[in-house]
């Protein structure tokens, strides 16, 4: 079964690195598409390729080994680059949605507003805003005495198996954590849900049927992978309470990984 399991996998992941990493050299390489809208795309895959070799990798071969071991160091290294990378997918989402808005909603003021300066400081951000924020929670739940068993009932280092090995019972730590996850889910969504309610009023809105089609070609992909998104992440970390649950969430985490890129596409 580990190997049935390591192969499927493997496949999943090859799958996945191939096509997000022919999106990033078709950006790179196609002048035609230097335009925010496929830079950001193209960013948005690099970024999914880093999401998701922060986990599979190390599952993989946990796969072919007996030890399945990590060390305290690596378990919290895999923590923060895998929430940070994660964090920084769902304000990328929102940057994307911000420039579908403005290429529907504002067509003619468009190359005004999303000028070199502005989608090159929305790149920064999207890719720098995960690492800064997730610095506190990582700390935090380091920072908890572990002295119980060491068995995460996980593929990954996820902070909810880890903060109940600890030896006491942190409420500041857990009220901090949940309510930093409160606001980033509950933030991005809206402003997403937002944005999108303004382009689709904007698109009733067109005489053309010609352009109401491009107009929904250009978001359908992109609310394609907000769905998957945000729907993945609400099973894995709000619906789903009991053990036997639980299990589900780590198919649920590397296929929302694997499809996501595809949507993309």
Known sequence: MQLLHFGLFSVAYTLTLMGNTAIVCAVRWD???HTPMYILLGNFSLLEICYVTTTV??????????????SFVSCFAQFYFFFSLGCDEGFYLCIMAFDRYLAVCRPLHYPRIMTKQLYTGLVIFGWSCGFVLFLTPVVLISQLPFCGPNIIDHFMCDPVPLMTLSCSEDTTTQFIYSTFNAIFMIGTFLFILCSYALVILAVLKMSSAASKRKAFSTCTSHLAVVILFFGSVTVMYVSLESSEDAKIHYLILFCDNTFMQSSDI
Request: proline content about 6%.
């Open 57 to 70: 990798p190390n599952m993989l071969a946990n796969f072919l080994s007996t030890s399945k071991s990590i």
């Open 31 to 33: 002048q035609r598409l």
